[in-house]
């Protein structure tokens, strides 16, 4: 089946650091990629709807400089959060689709501000 | 975008068949039903979807309403990987927001 692969799925930095995530799909070319945050005991909250080649859709109250996504291509997508700060920690996912297909989703990315 | 309402949690014996519900009663007419369910720590996980007929695949079926406003996602025989939180999302091709979703535990 469809595979979504996030890297990495763990990291830990001091406050003030950019981190990046990736998003690849592995076996199909993805029209919209989307990412996710979630707190503990919470459900995923929708960040941003990104298409390859153009520029990302934000939900309300994400801010955008905050959290840069770039789509270069059909198979990857980033989340850089900037500055990030504790309250920035959370466990980010990201999910591929492709026309009608279901949405995949990676194993997400546990990140821990200190 | 819909609404859903689904129980906060739900428990079943190992092997016996579940009944998961949702009410999506603001859905659209154009908005399939998906079904999503997350073990600890890790992402989604594609269970069902449909859109006005009663499905089935080796994972579970799914049965919608005649009027669609509510659904059920039936696990056949529990295993005790499948407790998870599961959730039912209208979508319509657009975003997907995620509801607070079920949360089953299965009872060895």
């Known amino acids: 089946g469809a595979v979504v692969s996030q890297h990495p799925s763990r990291v830990i930095c001091k406050s003030g650091t950019s981190v990046k995530i990736e998003c690849r799909s592995l076996d199909f070319q993805a029209t919209t990629m989307f990412w996710y945050r979630q707190f503990p005991k919470q459900s995923l909250m929708l960040m941003a709807t990104?298409?390859?080649?153009?520029?990302?859709?934000?939900e309300q109250g994400v801010e955008k400089d905050k959290f840069l996504i770039n789509h270069a291509s059909l198979t990857l997508s980033t989340l850089t959060v900037t500055s990030a700060h504790p309250e920035d920690s959370s466990f980010y996912i990201c999910?591929?689709?492709?026309?009608?297909?279901?949405?995949?989703f990676g194993d997400g990315t546990r990140l821990s501000i200190l | 975008d819909a609404k859903t309402t689904q129980p906060n949690s739900m428990e079943s014996n190992e092997e016996e068949p579940v009944h998961l519900p949702c009410n999506h009663s603001?859905?659209?007419?154009?908005?399939?039903i998906h079904w999503y369910r997350q073990l600890p720590s890790q992402g989604p996980e594609y269970v069902i979807h449909g859109l006005t007929s009663n499905v089935n695949n080796r994972m579970a079926s799914l049965a919608i309403a005649e009027d669609r406003k509510s659904s059920t996602l039936i696990l056949h025989r529990a295993t005790l990987r499948d407790a998870a939180v599961y959730y039912c999302?209208?979508?319509?091709?657009?975003?997907?927001?995620f509801g607070t979703g079920t949360s089953l535990t299965v009872i060895p």
């Open positions: 999910s591929a689709i492709s026309g009608d297909q279901p949405q995949h």
């Open positions: 990104s298409n390859e080649g153009s520029k990302a859709t934000y």
């Open positions: 603001t859905i659209s007419g154009t908005d399939y």
């Open positions: 999302i209208p979508y319509t091709g657009n975003q997907f927001y």
